[in-house]
């Protein structure tokens, strides 16, 4: 994939647990995002990661970034039924770093 | 409130039509995105601009065509052209930094084929 690879497509989980999505890319960055989609809805800014991080923590979400990997992950702590959602790896890329693309998407469900 | 705005939410387009779906941003952001969601999909990116004036093809520009006249305003156009409309679109606005700022994004629009 020219955006990059999220995994895994799809995950189930129980309310309660963990989760945790992975993205990985191919070219070299200077800030990875993430974001979250509510289906049929637009997209929703979580948190950025630049180059020079390894980790970044907001509210239940933590992201880390392994640059020599080519790869982030997003893990989401103690899952509530709200947090059921489509989420998203982006990265910029291009002169200028002006295209900003999206990974796949990762379809969370959280179950009660 | 400031924030980015697409109309109309839904939009049927007879077969061999033109359509064109609106954007519209009051964030003063100088980037501006067209996306493209299929069902249970990824986004792809259409047509992006950094400055008045001026815009870039994305990834799938084939069949579709944009303007950018005002800074506010990011109008695409669905040709006959593009085979295969029937999608979910996505207009999204950032700070151009080269690199940094988040996207913003409008609750997009499902256009179907009729």
């Given amino acids: 994939s020219q955006q990059g690879e999220e995994d895994p497509q799809a995950l189930s989980i129980q ?18 995002q993430w974001y979250r989609q509510n289906s049929g809805r637009g ?5 950025l990661i630049r180059s020079n991080e390894r980790e970044k923590h907001s509210g239940r ?9 080519k790869s982030s992950s997003l893990l989401i702590t103690a899952s509530r039924a ?11 890329r291009g ?11 990762t379809r969370l469900t959280i179950n009660p | 409130d400031g924030g980015i705005t697409q109309s109309p939410k839904y939009l049927f387009r007879k077969e ?16 501006m995105y067209w996306y493209r969601q299929d069902p249970g ?4 990116l259409i047509y992006y601009s950094q400055i008045v004036n001026d815009f870039q093809k994305g990834d799938i520009a084939e069949g579709y065509s944009v303007s950018r006249e005002k ?20 207009c999204a606005s950032s700070i151009a930094t080269g690199g940094l700022g988040e996207a913003f994004f409008g609750q997009g629009t499902r256009l179907t084929v009729v």
């Fill in chain 1, 82 to 92: 709200a947090d059921t959602a489509s989420y998203f790896c982006a990265r910029r």
């Fill in chain 2, 71 to 90: 800074k506010e305003s990011f109008p695409l156009t669905v040709t006959s052209a593009q085979k295969n409309p029937t999608a979910f679109y996505l």
């Fill in chain 1, 61 to 69: 979400l933590r992201v880390t970034l392994d640059t020599s990997k």
């Fill in chain 1, 15 to 32: 309310e309660g647990e963990n989760a945790t999505m992975n993205c990985s890319y191919k070219t070299s960055i200077n800030n990875l």
């Fill in chain 1, 95 to 105: 002169q200028g770093a002006q295209k900003l693309v999206f990974g796949q998407g």
């Fill in chain 2, 16 to 31: 061999g039509q033109n359509v064109t779906l609106s954007c519209e941003q009051n964030l003063n952001h100088d980037a």
């Fill in chain 1, 43 to 47: 997209l929703v800014h979580l948190i």
């Fill in chain 2, 41 to 44: 999909q990824g986004l792809r």
